[in-house]
C-alpha cells in the first residue's frame, strides 16, 4: 500500500551475521550459539530474550562488532514494526555509529580483516534501510554505495560464501526491478553497477537453502519476492506458512500470510487469520499496530461479505473507515477499497440511495487503480446485477 515498503529493500546490503567456518574463523561455539539464539529471539520479538543474548556475546568478546551489530538489529526491528513512531531511531543510530567505529578500529589494523568488513558492510546497509523507511533517498542512495563496495571486497576474500549471497541476491534483483518499477530511481543508481534479476533469484535462493546464518533473512525477502513482484503466490504461501510457524509471534510473518490466503482464495483460513491478528491487537501484543488492525478489519469484512452476512461485514468496514481516517493524511487505497464494498453491501441489501452515496464519495477521492471506473460502473449498473 505504501511505496517506501517495497523501495527500502534496495538499500538492503545485508550482512546479518557471520559463519564460523575456516574462512571467517571469528568465535568459538560459546558465541556462535549465543548468536544463532538471539537472532531467533528477534525474528520471534521476544526482544529482551535477544539482548541477554547479545549482551553475554559482548562480554565474552568486546573487541568484536558481531555483539553490538545484533544487538542494534533489536532496534532495528522496533523502528520496522512501529514505523509510526520515531521512538527508537535514536538508539538505532547510535548503536550503528558504535558499530562502525568498533570495525574502523579494526581496520586501521588490518585493512583485510574480514570481520570488520562484514559488519561494518552490515551496519552501513541497515542505516541505508532506516534512511529509505525515513525518505532520506540521497543518504540511503549513498549508504547503498558504499555498502555495495564492502560486500564486494567481502565476496573476493570469501566468493563461496553463502551468507554474503544474500547481500548479493537483494542487490542483483532489486537494482533492476526498481528502475522498472519507479523510473524516478534511476538518477540515484546512476553511478551504481548494474544488476541481474535472475542471478539476483538464483542468489538469494542458494542463500535461503545454505547459508549458516543469513537464511531467515534470504525467505523473508524471498517471501516478498514472490508476493509483490512476481506474483508466485504459491512459493510465497510456502515461506509465509514457514516462517510464520517458526516464529509465531512476528506480526510481519503474520500479515503475510493472511494476504496470500486472501489472494488464493482460502476464505476460512484468510478470516482465521486475520481474527487472530485483530485479537492481538486488542491484546496489545508486540508488533501489532493500528496497520495490522485495519488490515485486518478490512478483511475479515470481506469474509463476512462473502457469507452475506453483510450486516456485520458492514461493522468491520466501518470500523476500517475508522482506522483508515486516523492513520491517512488523504485517502488510502484502503479507504477507496472499502468504500466501494460498503456500496456494494447496500446494493445487495436493495438500499440504492446509501448504494450510490458510497460511489459519488469514491468518485470525490484519488483514484486509486481502476476505482473510478469501478464507482462509475456501479453508478449505471448495480452491483451484483
Known sequence: ???????????????????????WAIMRNDADSLVKLGSDYIYNIEFDKAEECFQEVIRLYPEHPAGYFLSAMIDWWKIWLYRETDEYDTGFLEKIENVIKICNTLLDSNAY?????FFKGGAIGYRGRYYAIRQSWVKA?????????????CQKIAPNNHDIMLGTGIYNYFSIKFQEEYPLLKPLMVFLPQGDKVIGLLQLQAASRHARYATIE????????????????????DLAEELYSKYPNNPYFHRFLGRLYVVMGFREKMEDTWREALNRYIDKKPGYEIYTAREA?????????????????????YKCDEASRRIDKEPSGFMVRLNLK???IYDLQGKRDLALNQYRKVLKMKEYQDSHQQANSFIKTPYGQ
Open 1 to 23: 500500500m505504501r511505496n517506501w515498503h517495497t523501495i527500502i529493500i534496495l538499500t538492503s546490503i545485508l550482512y546479518i551475521s557471520y559463519t564460523a567456518q575456516s574462512q
Open 113 to 117: 580483516d574480514i570481520n570488520a568488513l
Open 141 to 153: 542512495a549513498r549508504d547503498a554505495k558504499e555498502g555495495l563496495e564492502i560486500l564486494q571486497r
Open 218 to 237: 534470504a525467505k523473508v525477502v524471498l517471501l516478498q519476492i514472490y508476493y509483490q513482484y512476481e506474483n508466485n503466490y504459491s512459493k510465497a504461501l
Open 297 to 317: 478489519l478490512y478483511y475479515i469484512g470481506m469474509a463476512l461479505m462473502y457469507k452475506e452476512d453483510y450486516d456485520k461485514a458492514l461493522q468491520y468496514f
Open 342 to 344: 460498503i456500496g456494494n
